[in-house]
């Protein structure tokens, strides 16, 4: 079993940055991608971005140029997110993929997160 826990959400101001972090236990996630992910009330869960477990990273249009993924080589994914909208407001949640190199869509992932709120106002 693999347990994601996310933090750094917040409420900011349009135009911030926030840092999302993402913490692994359990049994290691080193081998896998990790995936962002984000949901907005009354809307599906969206894809957001993914690093692959060699460090390649794939984004979603809508966050490309503001958003950067990464991980370390322990057990932490982040989410750099800057110049923030209040489009972007969302829970936002971690995921570790499975057999796909780049997974972007939620049935590729295996385990999930909780979720962390982030709220952008204008």
């Known amino acids: 079993q693999v347990q994601l826990v996310e933090s750094g959400g917040g409420l900011v101001q349009a135009g911030a940055s926030l840092r999302l972090s993402c913490a692994a236990s359990?049994?290691?996630?080193?081998?896998?991608?990790m995936g962002w992910f984000r949901q907005a009330p009354g809307k599906e869960r969206e894809f957001v971005a993914v690093v692959s477990w060699s460090g390649t990273t794939y984004y979603a249009d809508f966050v490309k140029g503001r958003f950067a993924i990464s991980r370390d080589n322990a057990k932490n994914t982040y989410l750099q997110m800057n110049s923030l909208k209040p489009e972007d407001t969302a829970v936002y949640y971690c995921a570790r993929g499975g057999l796909a190199t780049l997974p972007s869509a939620p049935n590729e992932y295996v385990y999930w997160g909780q979720g962390t709120q982030v709220t952008v106002s204008s």
């Open positions: 359990g049994r290691s996630v080193r081998s896998y991608a």
